[in-house]
């Protein structure tokens, strides 16, 4: 990768990471529920009206509404409620690849290899251990809800995969427009009327500003930069650099929020984020044998600019097919 798209590899991480913090924000203004719709209100209008329609069937905009929108952000923001720590979200929540991983052998027939099931067993000590920690220190019923939040997003990554859109960011605008009416639904019958329309009648500038950064600096800003090096550089390339989500979630949770992290935590941390490394990214063997490919795809006699792995023009990517959980989605 280019120096420039390296650099804009890590801003977009340090977005994501920054992301639970400013979640946190916004929860000391609001509701989760209603925080959660206005997030994604605000994500999709009016860039539904800028972009192209879907070009997938309505079922998977929907089913990926539902699984990611409703389910996966609505069961974070509520755990985070329930007092599950910014920077501890931000962590816990990547154990999605080895829900991915686990999904995706039992619906589309991609059976780990013994690499990647032993990054998986890794992760999950690192939730075990994450566990004990924050059973000990806060409500453990955070915790869950945001286990389950990965869960989900491992059901959205699947239902993408299986949708295969060709434009992802417009695929992503319109999803963005399906969980506003089920999270309003949702925050009238459990939060109510009154703790809604107070928090929209005293709406400040930090509320606000959580809002639109969530919607539009993390969702729109941060999947299109994120588009733009999938599309230019292939997804094992790319994909690394999501281990340096939890790194920004925790060390400005840390900065900002004052929390605290505890040897259980960093051990916990090495643990997860080790063992998705090791569920997510491409094997040795494959990293020397994709140049061949190349090579081999081109014609060439011998080592040139596809055999030596520069990348070509944005978009000659994009029509290859990366394993589920080496293509994560926008995390936060």
Same mark, same amino acid.
């Given at each position: ?8 590899? *890590? ?26 719709? %206005? ?55 990547? *154990? ?60 959205? @990554?699947?239902?993408?995969?299986? &949708?295969?859109?060709?434009?992802? %960011? ?22 109510? &009327? ?5 928090? %929209? ?19 729109? %800003?941060?999947?299109?930069?994120? @588009? ?10 790319? &994909? ?93």
């Amino acid at each position: 990768m280019r120096p420039a798209h390296i650099g804009l590899a *890590v801003l977009v991480t340090a977005l994501w990471g920054v992301n639970f913090v400013v979640i946190e924000v916004g929860l000391d203004h609001m509701p989760p529920l209603l925080f959660c719709a %206005l997030r994604f209100l605000v994500a999709a209008v009016p860039a539904i009206f800028l972009v192209g329609p879907p070009r997938v069937p309505w079922r998977w905009i929907l089913g990926v509404g539902l699984a990611l929108g409703v389910a996966k952000f609505g069961l974070l923001f509520i755990g985070m409620h329930q007092g599950m720590p910014a920077g501890l979200s931000s962590l816990v929540l990547q *154990v999605q690849a080895v829900f991915t991983a686990l999904f995706a052998a039992a619906v589309l027939g991609e059976r780990p290899g013994r690499r990647r099931l032993f990054g998986m067993a890794v992760a999950l000590g690192g939730i075990a251990v994450a566990a004990v920690d924050e059973g000990t220190s806060g409500p453990l019923i955070g915790f869950v809800l945001v286990i389950a939040a990965a869960a989900f997003w491992g059901v959205s @990554n699947v239902l993408t995969r299986k &949708a295969a859109p060709p434009d992802p %960011l417009s695929f992503m605008v319109w999803v963005s427009l399906v969980p506003v009416l089920p999270l309003l639904g949702l925050s009238l019958v459990f939060e109510g &009327a009154a703790p809604g329309l107070h928090a %929209l009648a005293t709406l400040d500038w930090a509320g606000g500003g959580a809002i639109v950064y969530v919607a539009w600096v993390s969702t729109v %800003l941060g999947f299109g930069l994120w @588009n733009f090096l999938l599309r230019t550089y292939d997804a094992s390339a790319v &994909a690394p650099f999501s281990l340096l989500v939890p790194v920004f979630g925790m060390s400005s949770a840390a900065l900002v929020l004052g929390e605290g992290i505890s040897p259980l935590r960093w051990l916990a941390a090495a643990l997860l984020v080790g063992g998705v490394a090791l569920t997510s990214l491409p094997s040795v063997r494959l990293l020397r044998l994709r140049p061949r490919r190349r090579a081999a795809a081109a014609g060439g006699p011998g080592p040139g600019p596809a055999a030596a792995g520069v990348p070509g023009p944005a978009g000659t990517t994009a029509s290859r097919t990366p394993s589920t959980a080496s293509r994560p989605s926008p995390p936060g």
